[in-house]
């Protein structure tokens, strides 16, 4: 019964901010084509410096030098900040465009991350990306959607209803509803972070030691 209640307030949920969907889709989307194209424009220095990054993370992986501890952390560093960064922007008026923005740069760092993997190592690099960006992201991605409609939606009503007596006696209990659901997208999230720190880099190092290394 639970689960039912819960499907049909996340379908109410996607029906009265479908639009809002579309346009946080449109902006990742936009970010990963625009940093898929950005790896065209990279210097030979700069592709250099992180194909030896790749390479030394690569050489880490076969020798069994995995710091899930470290792995775990960055992951939290790279996604915690932005959700809190969309939560905040959630409780301004002005915060849906810088949303936005978020959206795009995210998808720019998956579309380059891509692009300069299999721009660098060819066929090897769409197995690496596969296997080591792509697994966290199918979770990562529909999370930031969801926060970021759920951000831009309270910034909206905020602006509607600024004047409006009633929203503002009931400010703190929206608020705390509002923290609740960004609160329950983390929980969601942490599957992301688990895949990335402990899923990704073994399955990583299994396809290595089948094949060989994965960088040519």
């Given at each position: 019964?639970?689960?039912?209640?819960?499907?049909?307030v996340?379908?109410?949920?996607v029906q009265?901010?479908?639009?809002?969907?579309?346009?946080?889709?449109?902006?990742?989307?936009?970010?990963?084509?625009?940093?898929?194209y950005?790896?065209?424009?990279?210097?030979?220095?700069?592709?250099?410096?992180?194909?030896?990054?790749i390479?030394?993370?690569?050489?880490?992986?076969?020798?069994?030098?995995?710091?899930?501890?470290?792995?775990f952390?960055?992951?939290?560093?790279?996604?915690?900040?932005?959700?809190?960064?969309?939560?905040?922007?959630?409780?301004?008026?002005?915060?849906?465009?810088?949303?936005?923005i978020?959206?795009?740069?995210?998808?720019?760092?998956?579309?380059f991350?891509i692009?300069?993997?299999?721009?660098?190592?060819?066929?090897?690099?769409?197995?690496?990306?596969?296997?080591?960006?792509?697994?966290?992201?199918?979770?990562y991605?529909?999370?930031?959607?969801?926060?970021?409609?759920?951000?831009?939606?309270?910034?909206?009503?905020?602006?509607?209803?600024?004047?409006?007596?009633?929203?503002?006696?009931?400010?703190?209990?929206?608020?705390?509803?509002?923290?609740?659901?960004?609160?329950?997208?983390?929980?969601?999230?942490?599957?992301?972070?688990?895949?990335?720190?402990?899923?990704?880099?073994?399955?990583?190092?299994?396809?290595?030691?089948?094949?060989?290394?994965?960088?040519?």
């Amino acid at each position: 019964m639970s689960e039912n209640k819960i499907l049909v307030v996340l379908n109410k949920h996607v029906q009265n901010n479908f639009w809002l969907y579309i346009v946080s889709l449109l902006c990742i989307c936009t970010g990963i084509v625009l940093g898929m194209y950005s790896v065209r424009y990279m210097g030979s220095f700069e592709k250099t410096d992180l194909l030896s990054y790749i390479k030394n993370f690569n050489t880490a992986i076969n020798s069994g030098n995995i710091s899930y501890k470290s792995i775990f952390l960055e992951t939290l560093k790279s996604n915690i900040p932005i959700l809190l960064a969309m939560w905040f922007l959630g409780l301004t008026m002005i915060g849906i465009p810088i949303i936005l923005i978020i959206d795009i740069i995210k998808g720019f760092t998956i579309g380059f991350t891509i692009s300069f993997m299999v721009n660098g190592m060819g066929t090897k690099g769409i197995l690496f990306s596969l296997l080591g960006v792509l697994p966290q992201n199918i979770i990562y991605i529909p999370c930031f959607i969801l926060a970021s409609v759920i951000a831009m939606d309270f910034s909206m009503a905020i602006l509607k209803d600024k004047t409006n007596r009633q929203w503002t006696s009931n400010i703190w209990i929206r608020v705390t509803s509002y923290s609740l659901s960004f609160l329950l997208v983390s929980v969601v999230m942490f599957i992301g972070f688990f895949t990335e720190t402990y899923l990704s880099p073994n399955m990583v190092k299994l396809i290595a030691a089948s094949i060989g290394s994965i960088i040519i």
